[in-house]
């Protein structure tokens, strides 16, 4: 089975979710990409070498789902922790083929170019390459949020060309010195200007025939990054896909567990929790009572999400059935607020998925439930309205294997 899309724009809009753990700056590997490129056209690199860095460039962060995290990497230059998610980020690129190649670069994007020139190749340069851009990005990022970027160029400059031959390669650096003498180098660091070099890319992109299992594969990776911000939803994703992908087997159209209903549900099931990424890691994690405006943050994930996939061309339903995932069936749910007939089964059983794999785990506030504890409280769901009740049946007459397909197992973090 296979969907028509374009892969390449699959990942660019999946790399949106790395780029909201920065909460105000939601460009930044968009930015990385975009000046990795602009060094390697100077240098006459071929545009297969600029189209593969590009997208090292967009998810060179894999590696960082916590908030906290992403401000330490952000407000020290050259910190001293930094390797341990350019490992992870590697680790979780290595085991998914398509992009296993971008794994060695991003494994080095913040090893100094010193520690490198004595076995020095392309992988090693175009490593370098990423963390001087990333580098210079977090200058400019500071300055562009203070709405002074063109005043603080000097700066920059002057502190790059500082590390240049102990961080970043020479060759680099005065490529780097030299195109950005140009005001439209940093005015293209501009928030209009990434976008419509984010939408020039799609325009131009032809959709292909990508088989299930390559999308099956590259739902999972970015899965990996969200349910990694906290240590209370590891592997949630996949088993919210599991259990939903199987409620599609028992109360679907056709009953059948592997239609194209079923592929694209378990991909939404992969992908509902991309905007999560967003939240602070402190109230992600908050163990007591949320305030107001800490709910209104985590009701934000599910538009998030929606955000991220509708880019999507041929994912208009997945986008469809993952961003509901928190809406139900009186029209009280969030944050789109539709209801009844507006509320297709598959983001329905979605939502019965979700709530099922969360009571089965643990969370902040309390450990995983028994079976049976579930199945109570989804019986009061269904008895308020808030949870259909042929859903219910359905979950309660396959009880214990749904519990099973919810289970979890703690991923191995090579960062840790």
């Avoid at 906290?68 to 341990?84: P, T, Y």
């Avoid at 009572?289 to 538009?303: D, F, G, N, V």
Wanted: hydrophobic share 45%; glycine share 6%; with cysteine.
């Amino acid at each position: 089975m296979s969907l028509f899309v374009n892969f390449r724009c699959v990942v660019h809009a999946l790399s949106d979710s790395l780029d909201l753990v920065g909460i105000n700056d939601v460009y930044h590997g968009k930015r990385v990409g975009i000046m990795a490129v602009e060094i390697l056209r100077a240098l006459e690199w071929s545009r297969e070498d600029q189209d593969m860095v590009f997208d090292a460039g967009l998810l060179h962060d894999i590696g960082v789902s916590s908030s906290d995290l992403h401000h330490q990497l952000v407000e020290d230059f050259d910190w001293e922790g930094s390797q341990g998610h350019a490992e992870y980020g590697a680790y979780l690129l290595s085991r998914f083929a398509p992009l296993a190649h971008l794994a060695a670069p991003i494994r080095l994007h913040h090893t100094h170019w010193s520690d490198l020139k004595d076995r020095y190749g392309k992988t090693e340069q175009i490593g370098n390459l990423i963390f001087l851009a990333d580098r210079i990005d977090v200058l400019a990022a500071v300055a562009m949020l203070n709405n002074d970027l063109m005043d603080q160029v000097a700066t920059i400059r002057a502190k790059i060309a500082k590390q240049s031959g102990t961080m970043f390669d020479p060759e680099l650096v005065d490529t780097f010195l030299d195109i950005s003498r140009r005001e439209a180098f940093w005015l293209a660091l501009e928030a209009g200007p990434v976008r419509d070099y984010m939408e020039n890319i799609s325009r131009n992109a032809l959709q292909t025939e990508v088989d299930l299992e390559t999308l099956r594969g590259v739902a999972s990776l970015f899965s990996h990054v969200v349910d990694a911000k906290s240590r209370f939803t590891v592997e949630h994703s996949e088993g919210v896909a599991r259990v939903a992908r199987y409620l599609w087997g028992v109360l679907g159209e056709n009953h059948d567990p592997d239609d194209e209903d079923s592929a694209k549900l378990e991909l939404a099931g992969h992908l509902h929790d991309l905007g999560k990424l967003r939240i602070p890691d402190a109230i992600l994690d908050k163990p007591g009572k949320l305030t107001e405006r800490e709910r209104r943050q985590i009701a934000a994930h599910a538009y998030e999400t929606y955000r991220i996939l509708s880019r999507i061309p041929g994912f208009e339903e997945i986008a469809r059935w993952a961003a509901f995932h928190h809406e139900i069936p009186n029209g009280e749910g969030y944050p789109f607020r539709v209801k009844g007939d507006e509320l297709p089964l598959q983001a329905r059983l979605l939502r019965a998925a979700d709530i099922f794999q969360a009571l089965a785990q643990d969370r902040p506030y309390r450990s995983a439930l028994p079976a049976q504890v579930v199945l109570d409280h989804l019986k009061k769901l269904a008895a308020d309205g808030q949870l259909d009740g042929f859903i219910y049946d359905a979950i309660a007459a396959n009880l214990q294997e749904l519990y099973r397909l919810a289970g979890h197992v703690r991923r191995e973090n090579p960062a840790n």
